[in-house]
């Protein structure tokens, strides 16, 4: 443990923090942008509502503004970010919406426009695994022969019922076959993970996570379901009021999420904070910060780190 604790700075995870200053030398911040693509779960092609968990936004709730260029919104981002610490290096991070869900052109332009900036060291983009065509994955391998390329993927669970009740759009399969297609390309892969999702018990959550082992991905983030106003998951929360766990249960679930995740896994994200004028529930989770302190106790306490019990 004692090894694992030094590599890591203290967290008894390998965190996203720590793997940027192994990587880079220094801290490094992301600055969210907005791309202006839509999804093919909103226009019509697969659906038209989207993931019921899913705002307005996209989940890009804190991303840039898709009025101003690429360039202006990575401008807007250090201002912000200057403004509480000194920064030097940042991740271009398209979150909103699909963001391989446009023309290759487009796509090239505004993804080029971000790598240039010398101040950028990582292109991470978040997407579906059901929008990374040919001609995509060809400009996202010539991309990060300049600059590391990341693509995150939300893949949420495993289990066909949940993926159904929450509208994912797309088999396992599909999932797969993504995450080979873009490690052939030598690229990045971080995979996005719900816990909580309504219908769902511990042991089918921990066999999502476990299912993260025998995939040939990079990191990982494990998001607690928020619910959100504006979504069509807040109308089934007000009808059914279905279970949302309290902080000790959740931190309970993380630290076995932990345990089974292999070492090599870089842990990206171990809770969220929704915009707080649309939280539902669970309202504690605003509390970003509190929680994340409270999980390193617990983590420490029960002498929890990455990959303790996992056999590979």
Known sequence: MEKCMKRWEGRPYRSLDSYLKETFGEKVYKITLNGGMTCPNRD?????????????????????NAALSITKQLAAGKAQLLKK??????????????????????????????IQDPDVKVLSIATRPDCLGTDVLELLKRLNSVKPVWVELGLQTIHPQSARFIRRGYELEVFDRAVRELRQADITVIVHVILFL?????????????????????????????????????????????????????????????LRLRPDIIIHRLTGDGPKDLLIAPLWTGAKRTVLNRLHQYLKENEIWQGKEYHG
């Open 85 to 114: 610490r000194p920064v030097r290096s940042y991740i271009a991070y398209f979150q909103a919406f699909t963001n391989t869900y446009a023309s290759v052109d487009y796509l090239e332009r505004i993804f080029t426009e971000a």
């Open 44 to 64: 019509g092609h697969i659906g038209t509502g989207g993931c019921i968990f899913c705002s307005a936004s996209g989940s890009g709730d804190f991303a840039g």
């Open 198 to 258: 309504p219908g769902e018990t511990q042991e089918m959550m921990l066999e999502t996570v476990e299912y993260l082992n025998r995939c040939d991905i990079q990191g990982a983030k494990l998001q607690l379901l928020h619910i959100l106003d504006g979504t069509d998951l807040a109308e089934i929360y007000r009808k059914d009021h279905f279970h949302t766990p309290d902080i000790e249960e959740y931190l309970c679930l993380l630290g076995k999420c932990i």
